[in-house]
Every structure is written in structure tokens, then in C-alpha cells.
């Protein structure tokens, strides 16, 4: 059970915006399906809510039950005061902006939803998840609860030709920029896309979390085949062990090729491992062990080894996690 509530606001009758509803189709077309047509997310859209009551009613609708992901995105006005930060609402006025960003947290924090994820692309969205009381900033993210936003409290979220800079890299994170080996895509992965992608001097992302595991938002095509992956702990007995390559592994020294042949020639079993093998260097599992490419290290009878990474999925590996 995964269910989204994604809102996009232009229609402000003072300082309308132009990209949010352009923002919130993009996010609600990509987060419906995974990659290969599965179903994804119940994807419910909301443009120009005009009212903060309504606002209020859609998310307390969207925390409700006992989903596995309940996930809320917003692109629109945000402000902040000396009491606190808000969502803007059509409504709005001088000392009732909107929906409180306090308020939010607390209806998110007292979710029985398994895991509850926001993202917000407006301007101060980094404010989210910190009180100010008596000169005070206490953190108060309750356990599951995930937060990604768009810039610091103190900062303006920008749109660019229709789209907000923050959702337009969010919408590549989950089109596959931010996927690991496998294809999933989780929080995590994509603050870090986004992070790298805006320069220092932009703005920048905010990213808190209370979670003992992340659960992917989005699926893609893994980089190498999942029965591949899961050969690391055929082919090495432990994570620090390495595998020793002779010429009967490169399938082009064989007698029907025109080729400089070293024996022993290319065996049918051992080209069928290396073409593995060389799969999961292309994606950075193994490396050759002294040469810089796992051909010489095959003709020269060398190595290869699980690099970090490699180390990791061997360990996913072998505790069936994957």
C-alpha cells in the first residue's frame, strides 16, 4: 500500500507562480508507475487548492491508515514568520498564511502510516521539521518520517522555465539518475543527486530523516541483471577473497578466432563467468587486480577483486537481502 497526495498551486491572487501545476502533473505521472509499467504509487492530485482548510483536510486524508509509504508533495508559496514556517494557500492573509508547517509535522508525526515521506518546493521549505520557540530550534522528527526539501528555511526555491530548479532535478533523481545497482530508488540516493547536482552557490536542498531503512520510491532497470548480483557469492567464497584468471577465460583467445593464442584456450564455462565477471566491473563491483583491464588480467593470469562496493552487495548477497 502506497499512496501520494501531490499539490501544485499557481493561482495566488498576489505573486501567482507558473510552474507548480507543470511540477505537480510531472511528479504524479512519474511516481504512478515504476519503470517497467508496474503500479507504483495511488497518486491523488490536487491543483490550486484554494483554502488552507482544504489544504489541512487532504493531508490529515493522506497520513491517515496504515500505508506502507504515505508520501506529500507540495510546490507552491512558502513563508515564514517569527512564529514559524507555512504552506501558502489561496486564502491567505497577513498573519494566516496557510497551513503551518508545525501543524504538518505533528499530523506526520502521529501517522500510523509505516513509513511517511514530504517534499516541498517552495521557498524557507528547509524550515519543516524544526520548532522555534524562545529563541530555540529543536529537531523533532518522529521514527519513519522522511524530509526532503527544496532549500534552507532562509532560502527562496527557484523556478526556471516553468519548473521548479528543485522538482525538475527530483523528476530526473526518480527517472532513473538516482537509482543504485539494482534499480531502486530511495530518499536517500535521490538528496544525493540533488545535492551534487546544484552548485554551492545555488540553493540548497534539505534532507532529515528518522528511519532504520529506506524503502524505494521508485524502480528501474538495475545496471547489471539481479542474477548476476547475486553470483558474487557463487563466484567468491567470501568478501575478501579474489578470483584467479587465466586465458581460458577471455573468449577471444580461442583457435577460431585470428588472434595471438595463449593456452590454455578460451573455455565455453570460464568465458561464460568472465562475461559476468566483466558485467559487474562495468558497474564498479570488481576491479583487476594489477593490470587496468580485466583482458590482460585474463591473458596475463592475474585477479580480479570485490571492490567496496562490491563487498557490500556481497554481503546483501549472502544475507538474502536482496
Same mark, same amino acid.
Given at each position: 500500500m502506497r499512496k501520494?497526495?501531490?499539490? =501544485?498551486? $499557481? !493561482?495566488?491572487?498576489?505573486?501567482? @507562480? !507558473?510552474? &507548480?501545476?507543470?511540477?505537480?502533473?510531472?511528479?504524479t505521472n512519474i511516481l504512478e508507475r515504476h519503470e517497467n509499467g508496474e503500479k507504483n504509487f495511488s497518486v491523488?492530485?490536487?491543483?490550486?487548492?484554494? %483554502?488552507?482548510g482544504e489544504l489541512r483536510s487532504l493531508i490529515f486524508d493522506c497520513? !491517515? =491508515? $496504515?500505508?506502507?509509504?504515505?508520501?506529500?508533495?507540495?510546490?507552491?508559496? *512558502?513563508?515564514?514568520?517569527?512564529?514559524?514556517?507555512?504552506?501558502? %494557500?489561496?486564502?491567505?492573509?497577513?498573519?494566516?498564511?496557510?497551513?503551518?508547517?508545525?501543524?504538518?509535522l505533528t499530523i506526520i508525526n502521529d501517522s500510523k502510516c509505516k513509513n511517511r515521506i514530504v517534499i516541498f518546493d517552495c &521557498?524557507?521549505? *528547509?524550515? #519543516? *521539521?524544526?520548532?522555534?520557540?524562545?529563541?530555540?530550534?529543536t529537531s523533532t522528527i518522529g521514527e519513519?518520517?522522511?524530509?526532503?526539501?527544496?532549500? #534552507?528555511?532562509?532560502?527562496?526555491?527557484?523556478?526556471?522555465?516553468?519548473r521548479g530548479v528543485f522538482t525538475s532535478l527530483l523528476i530526473d533523481a526518480l527517472s532513473g539518475g538516482a537509482s543504485d545497482i539494482t534499480g531502486h530508488i530511495t530518499p536517500g540516493g535521490i538528496y544525493a543527486y540533488i545535492d551534487k547536482s546544484l552548485g554551492p552557490w545555488e540553493q540548497r536542498p534539505v534532507f532529515k530523516t528518522n528511519v532504520t531503512r529506506f524503502l524505494p520510491l521508485r524502480n528501474v532497470k538495475s545496471q547489471v541483471s539481479m542474477d548476476i548480483i547475486r553470483k558474487l557469492t557463487t563466484y567468491f567464497s567470501d568478501a575478501n577473497s579474489s578470483i584467479r584468471l587465466d586465458p581460458s577465460f577471455e573468449p577471444t583467445n580461442s583457435p577460431?578466432?585470428?588472434?595471438? #593464442?595463449?593456452?590454455?584456450?578460451?573455455?565455453?564455462? $570460464? %568465458?561464460?563467468?568472465?562475461?559476468? @565477471?566483466?558485467?559487474?566491473?562495468?558497474?564498479?563491483?570488481i576491479v583487476p587486480c594489477e593490470e587496468d583491464h580485466m583482458y590482460f588480467a585474463a591473458m596475463n593470469s592475474k585477479a580480479c577483486k570485490l571492490t567496496s562496493v562490491g563487498k557490500h552487495y556481497w554481503r546483501l548477497v549472502k544475507q538474502d537481502i536482496i
Open positions: 501520494a497526495l501531490v499539490v =501544485g498551486i $499557481n !493561482s495566488y491572487p498576489k505573486n501567482p @507562480l !507558473s510552474g &507548480c501545476i507543470n511540477d505537480a502533473n510531472d511528479i491523488k492530485k490536487m491543483l490550486d487548492v484554494p %483554502t488552507k497520513f !491517515s =491508515g $496504515n500505508a506502507d509509504i504515505a508520501l506529500f508533495y507540495f510546490s507552491g508559496h *512558502g513563508y515564514i514568520d517569527s512564529v514559524g514556517g507555512y504552506l501558502v %494557500t489561496p486564502d491567505f492573509s497577513p498573519h494566516d498564511w496557510g497551513v503551518s508547517m508545525q501543524e504538518i &521557498c524557507h521549505s *528547509g524550515f #519543516l *521539521g524544526s520548532i522555534n520557540t524562545s529563541g530555540q530550534n519513519g518520517v522522511t524530509i526532503l526539501t527544496a532549500s #534552507l528555511p532562509v532560502e527562496s526555491a527557484v523556478e526556471v522555465n516553468g577460431t578466432v585470428k588472434h595471438d #593464442l595463449i593456452e590454455p584456450f578460451a573455455d565455453e564455462q $570460464n %568465458t561464460k563467468i568472465f562475461s559476468d @565477471l566483466q558485467k559487474m566491473e562495468g558497474v564498479g563491483l
